[in-house]
T-cell receptor
Framework: KNEVEQSPQNLTAQEGEFITINCSYSVGISALHWLQQHPGGGIVSLFMLSSGKKKHGRLIATINIQEKHSSLHITASHPRDSAVYICAVWPRGTDKLIFGTGTRLQVFP | DSGVTQTPKHLITATGQRVTLRCSPRSGDLSVYWYQQSLDQGLQFLIQYYNGEERAKGNILERFSAQQFPDLHSELNLSSLELGDSALYFC???????????????FGPGTRLLVL
């Protein structure tokens, strides 16, 4: 079993829909990272969280440390949001990021 | 543009060969991380350098080595290459505050390595 699990693995949506991607982890962490990987391969950091909630534009990330769970929400999705979204955690006491396998999102017009 | 540069963008080589991948971090970032992304294993942390010193090591094979130079650029050396080393190799950089804690990592565009 992976230490970081994401669901769903694949997601398709119509433009305008509200999207939720989930990340569960099994280790104690010091922080969690949400990343976006574009079809061309480039990786962009979206959020880094250690508690609570963060918002940037149409993206919202939440984390529940007690439940070892984080969610990434996209409001009013757009075809340009089509990408792979990757959750990664820093286990407490280590500098080694552990990555989930990613969620592939496709948003159709 | 993250401000992190990687060269080359693409590399095609043969089994048994040795290659060097180069990374220049964002201006002011002292920490450099190397990651491997293969089709079957996803993203994996390889190694981290901070201000020239190795700080953390992940699933890096003995055939691979890295270093960070005084000007803070880093190189990842891959030797005795095997077909399974074909992957995207990313470097990322961050400030890493003196008191520790976590900082956002900024990823380079990656080097796509194909071993034939």
């Amino acid at each position: 079993k992976n230490e970081v699990e994401q669901s769903p693995q694949n997601l398709t949506a119509q433009e305008g829909e509200f999207i939720t991607i989930n990340c569960s982890y099994s280790v104690g962490i010091s922080a969690l990272h949400w990343l976006q990987q574009h079809p061309g391969g480039g990786i962009v950091s979206l959020f880094m969280l250690s508690s609570g909630k963060k918002k940037h534009g149409r993206l919202i990330a939440t984390i529940n440390i007690q439940e070892k769970h984080s969610s990434l929400h996209i409001t009013a999705s757009h075809p340009r949001d089509s990408a792979v979204y990757i959750c990664a955690v820093w286990p407490r006491g280590t500098d080694k990021l552990i990555f989930g396998t990613g969620t592939r999102l496709q948003v159709f017009p | 543009d993250s401000g992190v540069t990687q060269t080359p963008k693409h590399l095609i080589t043969a089994t048994g060969q040795r290659v060097t991948l180069r990374c220049s971090p964002r201006s002011g970032d002292l920490s450099v991380y190397w990651y491997q992304q293969s089709l079957d294993q996803g993203l994996q942390f390889l190694i981290q350098y901070y201000n020239g010193e190795e700080r953390a090591k992940g699933n890096i094979l003995e055939r691979f080595s890295a270093q960070q130079f005084p000007d803070l650029h880093s190189e990842l050396n891959l030797s005795s290459l095997e077909l399974g080393d074909s992957a995207l190799y990313f470097c990322a950089s961050s400030v890493v505050p003196p008191e520790g804690g976590r900082e956002t990592q900024y990823f380079g565009p990656g080097t796509r390595l194909l071993v034939l």
